[in-house]
């Protein structure tokens, strides 16, 4: 817009009048991508104190069902020693069967922990586990909405688990329930760089006996005082390694970040993404808004999230979101907000919903007919009409097909 109006007219500040209206448009706002570092400096938790007293949860699903049903598996962290447990467990399940899974494995075995760090899954935010874990004495700490990286502990375990999974599925075959207890000893037993050490020295004060290095065959012989003395100089010093470790991740994450801050009051639009429909309906869900809204800022939560003034057609979305969900607002007098009325999943996520069957065709091919329907689809920014199979259409929206 510049290069085309200083050839034809000039005055005082016309490059930054025109980067000023061009920053006020409202179109722009909610379509253009930004390209630069994500906002949100990383915020490490807090060092735990002790062993289990802090610890993440989180699950792999997904996976192929066993002879016993099992189709998930339950991974709990200890944030201090690194040490897990990988429980088996089903989809099917109720909070009350989680419940009876978490004293069975983790309380008869550590005790009740202080704080539990876990997303914000159906599991986790259901009545019943709120209720134990208050009647417990222990305190849940959500992950913010869409934004994982809050339980990166359990999110790496996740990754690790995978690829050993998928090892034992190369050499073993699909029966990953029977190798689960080796896979987490093969993961207690492994170097952690955090730590410098195995999860299993840092739980129990004493590297593992195991066939790949018979170094301390037998107990050490610490007795008293002695005992109580190496088991606190060892904590000790895995807390400064943790410290140590946060320090050097922080360094390098921020170096990617940008520090981006909000004042209560202000309005932000909303990061969306449209991606049901992306692949099925070719560039409708790809030229879709990325963001939407604006929505007032009632108030900040931690250094890096924001709640916001949701409208009530979103009342089933957390109000709390990470800021690099967030883009500013720069108002203009001439902007006109129109808020749609748009079904999120969620995820953020929305899908495209058709209207009416427009018309029918047949293409005849060699060796059978292929039906396909004419479909008028709407999102909250436009309509499209698109050719899509029959049989699938009939099977997803046979409602179209009695009007």
């Not at 924001?306 to 709390?320: K, Q, W």
Request: hydrophobic share 40%; glycine share 6%; charged share 25%.
């Amino acid at each position: 817009m510049y290069q085309d109006l200083k050839e034809v007219y000039w005055w005082e500040g016309l490059k930054r009048d025109v980067a000023e209206f061009v920053s006020k448009c409202l179109v722009c706002q909610q379509v253009k991508a930004e390209h630069q570092k994500p906002a949100g400096l990383l915020q490490p938790l807090p060092v735990p104190e002790w062993k289990w007293e802090h610890i993440a949860m989180d699950f792999v699903t997904g996976l192929p069902r066993t002879s016993g049903g099992y189709d998930s598996i339950w991974i709990v962290v200890d944030r201090l020693t690194k040490s897990a447990h990988f429980l088996p467990v089903k989809t099917t399940y109720g909070a009350a069967q989680y419940a009876r899974v978490y004293v069975d494995e983790i309380v008869r075995l550590h005790g009740i922990p202080i704080s539990i760090v876990s997303d914000r899954g159906a599991q986790f935010t259901s009545r019943f586990w709120g209720k134990l874990q208050e009647a417990l004495g222990t305190k849940l700490d959500f992950s913010t909405a869409f934004h994982p990286q809050t339980g990166g502990q359990s999110e790496r375990t996740i990754q690790t688990l995978e690829d050993m999974l998928r090892a034992c599925v190369i050499d073993l075959g699909v029966r990953w329930e029977q190798y689960l207890p080796l896979v987490e000893f093969a993961y207690n037993n492994s170097f952690q760089t955090s730590i410098q050490m195995a999860p299993f020295e840092a739980l129990y004060g004493r590297r593992c006996r195991s066939p790949v290095g018979w170094l301390e065959v037998g107990e050490r012989k610490l007795l008293g005082p002695e005992l109580v003395q190496d088991a606190t100089e060892k904590i000790h010093m895995i807390r400064q390694r943790m410290l140590t470790a946060q320090s050097r991740q922080k360094s390098y994450a921020d170096n990617r970040r940008r520090d981006l801050e909000f004042q209560v009051g202000d309005h932000v639009f909303l990061k969306v993404l449209p991606t049901k429909g992306v692949m099925r309906f070719g560039k409708k869900g790809k030229l879709s808004p990325r963001y939407i809204g604006p929505f007032e800022i009632l108030d900040k939560v931690g250094a890096v999230a924001y709640r916001l003034a949701l409208p009530p057609d979103l009342s089933n979305i957390h109000p709390v979101f990470h800021v690099s969900m967030l883009r500013k607002y720069n108002p203009d007098p001439s902007h006109v907000i129109r808020y749609e009325t748009i079904q999120l999943q969620d995820d953020l996520t929305y899908e495209e919903q058709p209207v009416a069957i427009l018309d029918r065709q047949v293409k005849k091919l060699r060796s059978k007919d292929v039906a396909s329907v004419k479909v008028l689809w709407w999102n909250h920014t436009s309509e499209e009409v698109t050719w899509e199979a029959e049989d699938e259409m009939r099977t997803k929206h046979p409602h179209l097909f009695d009007m």
